[in-house]
């Protein structure tokens, strides 16, 4: 059977919109803004609005990216949970300046965030915990995230053994190698697209106790 042929990826191109951004449609403070728009995507039924791209750098700058959940957002910051072992985890320990990124495609909106990311309190990260559906609770303790497994049995096996070990518990605790990371923004930038790839591109600074708006060049 022949191959179907490779797309043109130098042809693929879509015109974006006449929808602007300008700097009377900010919010004061970016969180405002960002939620703003964040309920946006909600109402456009836009599959898991909250996925969002982390990239993590280790001490000699090597970066690594993936798509978690955005699960907390206020005034302090952008939270996330996962495994603290898995190598996201150690290199915010050796590297704490993260990136974050909503790709928000169907309304030509991006939203990129920079900022320092600290480990949540362990009551914070229990009342996650808790509420999560048991299954995925079970698959945090079974899981050791980004370490090399033998086979999808073997990680199946992981699993049925966590399975047994909680059988008779009413609740699944929290793994003391699990919880949730903050990312306290320094920088966010909102993005939306243009016709003519004339996007309009307005980024928050912190300074001092307030933000400075900026324009930038698409």
Not at 88 to 107: H, Y
């Amino acid at each position: 059977m022949s191959e179907p042929p490779a797309p043109d990826l130098a042809r693929l191109r879509r015109e974006y919109g006449d929808r602007g951004l300008d700097l009377p449609d900010l919010d004061a403070d970016p969180v405002s803004m960002f939620r703003r728009w964040l309920a946006d995507t909600v109402d456009a039924g836009l599959h898991e609005p909250n996925a969002m791209v982390v990239a993590t750098a280790t001490s000699d700058g090597r970066p690594s990216a993936r798509m978690v959940l955005l699960k907390g957002v206020d005034e302090r910051g952008f939270v996330f949970y996962t495994n603290l072992s898995s190598r996201k985890g150690g290199e915010i320990d050796a590297n704490p300046w993260v990136s974050l990124l909503f790709p928000w495609q169907d309304l030509q909106r991006q939203v990129r965030v920079e900022g320092r990311a600290s480990r949540v309190s362990q009551a914070e990260s229990e009342a996650y915990f808790a509420q999560r559906p048991r299954e995925s609770q079970l698959g945090a303790w079974a899981s050791p995230q980004s370490q090399v497994v033998a086979s999808r049995s073997a990680l199946d096996e992981r699993y049925g053994g966590v399975l047994s070990r909680f059988a008779a518990a009413d609740a699944v605790p929290l793994p003391p190698f699990w919880g949730g990371i903050r990312v306290a923004p320094e920088v966010v930038e909102f993005w939306q697209g243009r016709r003519g790839r004339m996007h309009d591109r307005l980024v928050y600074r912190r300074e001092g106790g307030g933000w400075r708006v900026e324009r930038l060049a698409p």
